[in-house]
Every structure is written in C-alpha cells, then in structure tokens.
C-alpha cells in the first residue's frame, strides 16, 4: 500500500528518491541468515555495537505494533517480527520496499510494508506502539518527522533512534577533509549537538548511549571489515570517560511522548 506522495516531495525526497534507486540497483539481494536475525533477538545491554543497544532498548514486543520508519530492504523487519510483533514497514523508495518484501518472504515472517513519506506516512493517528527508526532523523526535516512519529504513535508508546553524529567542531572540520563515501546525498549528514537536542523538544529522552569513537570507524574504513576489538575499546573509554561523549559517531536513544 502506498501514500499519495505528490503533497509532500520536495528536493531533499527527490534525491534521496534517486540514491535510493541507485542502491537498490547495486544490491545483490541475499536472504537473512539465521545468525543475522538470531543476534538481534535478545542482545546485551552492554552490546558495542549500535544496532544490538538499539534491539535491546525494545524489550518485550510480542503482540505490539512496531512501525520501521524507513525500512529501507527491510534487514531489521525480520528479527522484529521474529520477536513477536505485528510489524509496519514504511520507506519512500519503492525499490527497497520490493527488496524488503522479498526478504520477508524469504524469511516466512509477516509485515506490512508500504511506500510512504516519513513526514506522511498514511498511518492512523495512535496506531504505533513503537516507532523503530535506524539511521533515518539525519536524512530529514527534524520538526517534521517528529511531527509525524508523535501523530502516529501511542500515548504510551515510544521510539528507538540509531544516528551518526558528530558534536564535535574540531573533529568535524578534520572528517570533512576526507574523501566521502560513495552514494552519499548531498543533504544528509550526522546530527549535530543542537540537532539532538531538538528531539527534546517533543520528545522525553532516555537510555543514551553513544558508539564508536572516530578511531573504530577510521580502522574499519582502512581494513574494509568491522573491527569487534576496537569497537569494545570504544564502548570502555566511552563509559569510563564521558567527557569523551562529544567525541563519539553514533547515539542510540529511546524517545517518549510528553504530555
């Protein structure tokens, strides 16, 4: 099912419309395997990697509805649904949701997954007891999506963010010398302090936790593969020393209406 889109593309929509196509013609689609959903199911608190933290702040789902805004080829949909929830999948390419559904499918699980815009995405108001959104905010018009993430979720529900970030002004004038990676859109980039903060307008924030300092993903650039030792280091000196937190390139929070 897909939202009327014409009110709501912009600029910004239409390229990532563009970037998206392209990823989508570039990938070589495999199935989930079982050891890609089965680290996703329960993982620890104390996980150093992003995506398990972000997993992990979902708790028990069984039976809720989780809305994955910005499913892209639906790799998170899968353990979702394999923990138990009744899964809406909604993103803007529908390149990537046809990849999404193959990977559903693949897997036997059940979602619903529907081209839509984050800023509209169709849904009911209320509908949502969870909103999981992985490396989406730094995409879009903050006020707007979570203008729309409040409209559809549940007085009780909440959400889960993963997002690079970059707080630190120092770090941020040495990362722009870099070459950027491939199929980047010119209007996306990693959320800054003010940014983050700007959740906290219409949000509660809570469970921060921050990921990776600049070395984890410099190592992992050079060797071509993620790198589990640097990322424990990382996840030591960040916990140790929170001075260090302006620093990191990755946040994962859990987010909560205010009244």
Request: aromatic share 8%; hydrophobic share 40%; with cysteine.
């Amino acid at each position: 099912m897909a939202a009327d889109l014409s009110p709501v593309l912009d600029i910004h929509d239409l390229d990532e419309l563009r970037r998206s196509a392209v990823e989508a013609r570039a990938y070589s689609f495999c199935p989930s395997t079982e050891a890609q959903i089965e680290r996703y199911l329960s993982p620890p608190a104390n996980s150093p990697y992003a995506l398990e933290y972000a997993f992990h702040l979902l708790g028990d789902i069984s039976r809720k509805t989780v809305v994955d805004l910005g499913c892209g080829k639906g790799e998170n949909l899968v353990p979702l649904a394999r923990r138990g929830a009744y899964i809406v999948g909604v993103d803007l390419s529908p390149e990537l949701v046809e990849l999404a559904k193959r990977r559903v499918e693949a897997a036997g699980v059940k979602a619903d997954l529907r081209v839509g815009s984050a800023y509209a995405t169709g849904l009911p108001d209320e509908c949502a007891d969870i909103v999981f959104c992985i490396a989406l905010v730094h995409h879009l018009n903050i006020p707007q999506l979570c203008s729309e993430m409040r409209r559809i979720l549940k007085k009780t529900g909440f959400i889960i963010i993963s997002e690079p970030v970059r707080f630190s002004q120092s770090y941020d004038r040495v990362r722009k010398l870099l070459p950027k990676r491939r199929n980047i859109s010119e209007y996306e980039h990693p959320l800054t302090k003010s940014e983050f903060q700007c959740l906290a307008t219409d949000f509660s924030v809570e469970n921060v936790r921050y990921f990776r300092l600049p070395f984890v993903p410099l190592i992992e650039r050079l060797t071509g593969r993620t790198n589990h030792f640097a990322r424990v280091v990382s996840g030591k000196l960040i916990d140790r020393l929170p001075s260090l937190h302006g620093y990191a390139t990755g946040v994962v929070s859990r987010l909560r209406k205010v009244a």
